[in-house]
């Protein structure tokens, strides 16, 4: 009689855990404005948290995943971290990824991006915020780098703070 009553309960727990999940994967993300022109990004590291601002005046705040070993200002090429400064944007059109934004770390030669997701991994959405695995990179769902990347303009910055 308990293992019948066990196993009751673990199957409503993991309902309700699939139930969760599903109205986190398909809740709709809140969109930039129209026509909204993105001149400055703010990233908090600690926060996995990235602002996106015109003119001052805050539009959004995206939740991102970092670096496999995020904590720390990157010392060196492979490192897995995410470089810590002010650096400045430019849209790059070569990612393996689904769209990308360059930072101008190491004068663009070490490939430190904003980027979505693989097309072979972009059913994972919003799940992939739930883990730091990026080479040092920061990454978006393949929506949200698709907004941003219309929304920066030529002389957009990113600070990057711990």
Same mark, same amino acid.
């Given at each position: 009689?308990?293992?019948?009553?066990? $196993?009751?309960?673990?199957?409503? %727990?993991? %309902?309700?855990?699939?139930?969760?999940?599903?109205?986190?994967?398909?809740? /709709?993300?809140?969109?930039?404005?129209?026509?909204?022109?993105?001149? $400055? =990004?703010?990233?908090?590291?600690?926060? &996995?948290?990235? #602002?996106?601002?015109?003119?001052?005046? =805050?539009?959004?705040?995206?939740?991102?995943?970092?670096?496999?070993?995020?904590? !720390?200002?990157?010392?060196?090429?492979? +490192?897995?971290?995410?470089?810590?400064?002010?650096?400045?944007?430019?849209?790059?059109?070569?990612? #393996?990824?689904?769209?990308?934004? +360059?930072?101008?770390?190491?004068?663009?030669?070490?490939? %430190?991006?904003?980027? !979505?997701?693989? /097309?072979?991994?972009?059913? %994972?959405? $919003?799940? #992939? &915020?739930?883990? +730091?695995?990026? +080479?040092?990179?920061?990454?978006?769902?393949?929506?949200?780098? @698709? @907004?941003?990347?219309?929304?920066?303009?030529?002389?957009? #910055?990113?600070?990057? $703070?711990?």
């Amino acid at each position: 009689m308990k293992a019948f009553r066990f $196993k009751s309960i673990l199957r409503l %727990i993991f %309902i309700v855990f699939l139930l969760f999940a599903t109205a986190y994967y398909f809740y /709709p993300l809140e969109k930039l404005p129209p026509n909204a022109r993105v001149d $400055k =990004l703010v990233l908090f590291k600690s926060k &996995r948290e990235m #602002q996106a601002y015109s003119n001052g005046v =805050l539009l959004k705040t995206y939740t991102v995943a970092l670096g496999s070993v995020p904590v !720390g200002p990157k010392e060196k090429s492979g +490192d897995h971290k995410t470089p810590e400064g002010t650096f400045f944007l430019r849209k790059h059109n070569n990612s #393996q990824y689904y769209k990308a934004l +360059d930072l101008s770390y190491n004068n663009y030669q070490n490939n %430190i991006e904003i980027h !979505g997701m693989k /097309p072979t991994y972009e059913w %994972i959405g $919003k799940f #992939q &915020r739930f883990y +730091d695995w990026t +080479d040092g990179c920061i990454a978006l769902t393949n929506p949200e780098i @698709e @907004e941003l990347y219309a929304a920066v303009v030529p002389t957009a #910055q990113i600070e990057i $703070k711990p």
